[in-house]
């Protein structure tokens, strides 16, 4: 048994957050890889909802979709995943659901936990048992995580923790434990918006300002919960306008700014980035995509705001737009954007979405001694009297940026076309000469693209091209085909704008078939490649019902494709 996948499922409000987030760190502290899916309607209380651990002692790149141990805290989760039901299975469910599976514990709720409040520390302490974690561990955890409720909160859930573990062991084993994990411990278990706020910290963000927006809101609450430590300012706008134009005055107040929105947000910040691109001001901003249009699927996930960021603002203005495909990636390459802000003064966008928001995974702790230094704003120039804030720059398009009121030099910005020194013009040349240095940025922009990343046979029959959090379903697919003996590769893109045709043309020419694989209807990410390089990708693998790739679902579509 080489992994192992977990579902807890239940109401809105019954605390099944709280019995994965333990079990996924107990997890970890023990040594596994995991991967966190979170399926979640968009409402305070009812409904249906589910938290998914995949885990194993190897690694684990990506959700799977048939179920090895189901927790039950509601009877709608076992009518809803009985027919995805591993032959291994077993299911810890109510005595009084009528599970008709073969191996279920039927759990007395009420007589083991003293309050219903508790009967979520009831079904961590059976599920932490038939999967042979170590009930220590789970206590520390627990002192851990409601040691500021009190020293009693804290007795009590041990207590029933340590009860439903007795009742378990006299219901004897129905599930295989799995393998142990020996020497990967000291990893830390974090979500991929938790990473991009440690990447905005660790870049040294100073500024925040937001209108809360599903799934990005708990980007700006991770650098709320370090802001009396880091001294980054948070605020709270009243709309998305005000939220990116206080980044933008921010920044000009020398500030490193980022604003976080999901899509809907992004559409009402359009004119703040097109400002952002004419006063040429870094920003970056955090866009977790989830589906559209409108409101959509609130909660779900998808790939569909690429050509919005691609296009957002009037005007033309350079950007460039970072795709994270891992917790890891989510920290780095926020640092790398906050770099690529301040380096060519415009906005850089970090494009990710729901799924990635919420997937806890195992990561290393990162090592900030590896970081590069990121250049920042002239405190004041040599000669403040002649300083002009748009001069003119034959070499890359970029002028001096001073920081106003820390030396002589006036700082004069417009949202109007502008002379060198930032007044009003009408002037036609000096607009196109303006014009002309905005986008000459482009060229630098274009000179620090990350490659895409290139795994599998060098010469494979099939080659997975995908972007951003799809990143870990094609490596997985990819890898089962060639254990079947079919040659295939991944080309992952980290960053998806701009684009080097020399970077990726040489692996689509040695592929025998070449498929994007993207979660969105219209193949957004292909259409981008062929509008930069000219090459139509063979075949494209769509999905857009709000869930995420997994490996099984990249294999069943390439057999329809076929």
């Known amino acids: 048994m080489s992994d192992v996948n977990i579902c807890i499922g239940g109401e809105a409000g019954q605390g099944l957050v709280t019995v994965g987030s ?5 997890l970890v502290r023990s040594g596994y890889s995991i991967n966190v899916q979170q399926d979640y309607l968009s409402r305070v209380r009812g409904g249906h909802n589910t938290y998914r651990i995949r885990f194993g002692p190897g690694e684990i790149l990506a959700p799977r979709e048939e179920v090895d141990v189901l927790v039950c805290l509601a009877p709608e989760t076992y009518h809803l995943f009985r027919e995805k039901l591993s032959p291994r299975a077993v299911v810890v469910a109510g005595d009084d659901m009528g599970v008709d ?8 709720w009420r007589e083991l936990a003293d309050k219903p409040l508790y009967e979520n520390t009831v079904a961590l302490g059976i599920l932490a048992s038939a999967i042979c974690l170590d009930m220590g561990l789970l206590e520390e955890l627990m002192a851990d995580t409601f040691h500021k409720k009190g020293d009693e909160v804290v007795a009590e859930n041990v207590e029933i923790l340590r009860r439903a573990f007795a009742w378990k062991d006299k ?5 295989e434990c799995p393998e142990p994990a020996e020497g990967r411990r000291g990893r830390l278990t974090m979500n991929g918006n938790e990473a991009v706020a440690l990447g905005a ?11 809360p927006m599903t799934p990005a809101t708990s980007v700006v609450l991770g650098l709320i919960a370090h802001s009396a430590e880091t001294g980054v300012v948070v605020e709270q706008a009243e709309d998305e306008l005000a939220a990116v134009n206080m980044a933008l005055g921010a920044s000009y107040a020398g500030a490193r700014a980022m604003t976080a929105t999901s899509g809907g947000g992004l559409s009402l910040m359009c004119e703040g980035i097109s400002l952002c691109g004419m006063i040429e001001q870094p920003l970056v901003v955090v866009v977790a995509m989830r589906p559209g249009p409108a409101t959509g699927l609130p909660t ?37 954007a906050f770099g690529l802000a301040e380096k060519w003064q415009g906005p850089v966008f970090v494009l990710t979405d729901q799924y990635q928001a919420d997937c806890a995974r195992a990561v290393e702790p990162f090592d900030l001694s590896a970081l590069p230094e990121l250049p920042g704003p002239v405190l004041a120039p040599e000669d403040p009297a002649s300083y002009e804030r748009f001069a003119w720059n034959p070499e890359s398009g970029v002028s001096e940026r001073a920081v106003p009121g820390l030396s002589e030099a006036l700082v004069v910005v417009d949202s109007d076309e502008h002379t060198p020194d930032g007044h009003i013009t009408e002037d036609h040349a000096v607009r196109v000469r303006m014009n002309n240095k905005r986008n000459m940025k482009l060229c630098g922009l274009f000179a620090e693209i990350e490659p895409p990343e290139y795994t599998g046979d060098a010469a494979p029959e099939l080659l997975l091209v995908c972007w951003g959090s799809t990143r870990g379903a094609a490596l997985e697919a990819a890898s089962r085909l060639r254990d079947e003996g079919r040659r295939s ?24 078939e070449v498929v994007c694989v993207e979660g969105n209807y219209g193949g957004q990410f292909a259409k981008l490649i062929e509008r930069e390089s000219g090459y139509r990708t063979d075949r494209l693998l769509l999905r857009y019902d709000g869930l995420p790739f997994t490996a099984e679902y990249i294999l069943a579509g390439l057999r329809e494709l076929a």
């Not at 870049?203 to 300002?209: H, I, L, T």
């Not at 790939?303 to 203005?317: I, K, S, T, Y």
Request: hydrophobic content about 45%.
């Open 171 to 175: 219901q004897g084993s129905l599930f």
């Open 101 to 108: 599976w073969p191996r279920v514990f039927r759990v007395p």
């Open 300 to 336: 779900r996930t998808e790939q569909a705001d690429l050509n919005l960021v691609l296009h957002a603002g009037h005007g033309e203005f350079p950007r460039a737009i970072l795709a994270p495909g891992s917790v890891e990636q989510c920290f780095s390459l926020t640092h790398r």
């Open 22 to 26: 333990l079990a996924a760190k107990a």
């Open 201 to 211: 910290m660790a870049a040294g963000c100073s500024f925040c300002s937001f209108y």
């Open 489 to 512: 590769a991944v080309l992952h893109f980290s960053q998806v704008y701009p684009l080097n045709p020399a970077h990726f043309m040489p692996f689509f020419e040695k592929a025998g």
